[in-house]
C-alpha cells in the first residue's frame, strides 16, 4: 500500500492491466493520460502528492473492469475500492464526475438499482472535496485517449457519445472554475504544461 487509502504504484498498474484485458477499450488509454495530467499538475503544486496524483489518475475508471456500463462504473469502482481497502481511491471513483455534486450532471444513465442510486446520492451529499478530487474532476476533462487537448474538444467529445442536458452547462462551468483555481495554486497555465495539447487538439 502506498498510503492510506490506495493501492502502491506497481499494483496499481496491475490493477489496470487486469481490467484492461476484462473490459478493453479506449478507457485504459484515457486513464493512463489522466493519471500523467494529475501527475505532472500535481508535480507543480507544492500542496499535492505527484505520485498520489497518478495512482488516482490511473484509477478513477476502474470500476470499468466490471464490463461496459454507464454510470454505474464509479459505483462499481467504489465497490471494488472500498473492499480492497482503499477508500480514498473509492471516494474518487464517485467524485470525480461530479464537480457540483449533483449525480444528474453526470453524462450517461446511472444504471443501478433506486437503492444505489440514493446511496449515491446521499455520499456525494455528505463528502467534503479535497484538492486531490479537484484535480481528477479537471483532468478527466483533459484526457483523450489519444492524448491531452482542450478542455473544450474533450467535451464535446463526451456530449457527442452521450447527449446534452439541463445540467451540462453548470458542470461545465465548475470544471473551469477548478481549472482557474488550480492554476492559480500553480502559477500558470495547465496547457502550458501539458505535452501536445495543440496537436493533440487540432490534429484529429
Known amino acids: 500500500m502506498y498510503k492510506e487509502g ?45 505520485k498520489k496524483a497518478y495512482i488516482l489518475g490511473m484509477l478513477h475508471d476502474i470500476g470499468r473492469r466490471f464490463g461496459v456500463t454507464n454510470m454505474r462504473h464509479s459505483l462499481d469502482g467504489y465497490t471494488f475500492s472500498i473492499g ?8 474518487i471513483c464517485l467524485t470525480h464526475s461530479c464537480p457540483t455534486k449533483n449525480m444528474r450532471e453526470a453524462f450517461g444513465k446511472w444504471d443501478c438499482s433506486n437503492e444505489e442510486y440514493a446511496f449515491v446520492e446521499s455520499y456525494l451529499r455528505s463528502v467534503v472535496y479535497d484538492d486531490y478530487d479537484r484535480l481528477i474532476q479537471l483532468c478527466d476533462a483533459l484526457a483523450l485517449p ?59
Request: aromatic letters at 8%; glycine letters at 6%.
Open 6 to 50: 490506495l493501492p502502491a504504484l506497481d499494483e496499481a498498474q496491475m490493477i489496470l492491466e487486469e481490467a484492461s484485458q476484462l473490459n478493453p477499450g479506449p478507457w485504459v488509454q484515457h486513464s493512463i493520460y489522466t493519471a500523467q495530467a494529475a501527475q505532472i499538475i500535481a508535480s507543480n503544486c507544492k500542496e499535492l502528492d505527484s
Open 84 to 91: 480492497k481497502g482503499y477508500d480514498v481511491l473509492g471516494k
Open 146 to 204: 489519444s492524448g491531452f487537448s482542450l478542455m473544450e474538444k474533450r467535451m464535446i467529445d463526451v456530449a457527442l457519445r452521450h447527449g446534452l442536458h439541463e445540467y451540462i452547462i453548470p458542470k461545465w462551468k465548475a470544471t473551469f472554475e477548478i481549472k482557474q483555481y488550480l492554476e492559480k495554486l500553480i502559477g500558470t497555465s495547465i496547457y502550458s504544461l501539458l505535452p501536445g495539447v495543440v496537436e493533440n487538439t487540432f490534429n484529429n
